[in-house]
């Protein structure tokens, strides 16, 4: 499966910047299945299916964050980033540094997502 031309949502979610600039990018489908891409990566590598209650509030998470928060655009020297996609359309919050006014839900949700991956 190409991930690239997925058609259903899915959740992106990860980080970059720093000395490197390397960036570790998740991406948590809606048919369940999680995937991790490193910059210096050409390909996505399968990290496993997740659980299906799991999954369903984190993307029910996910609808509601960016229902709230439209976009925020923050970067720092080292970001994080949550992204939600379907279809054609994407919607995304970036933030890093301490003294911006980050969305809690954003922080809260990219903790949850996180714990997936640090479960692997």
Known sequence: MNIDTYKKSQIIFGSGGGFTNLVNEYRL??????????????????????NTDTVRVLFGKTKALFEDTTTFHKPGNIYYFIKFRKESHSQEIIWGGSKENTPIKAKELYKELMNLVNLK
């Open 29 to 50: 489908l809606e048919n369940k299945k999680l995937y991790h891409k490193r910059s210096t990566d050409s390909t996505f590598t399968e990290l496993g299916k997740q």
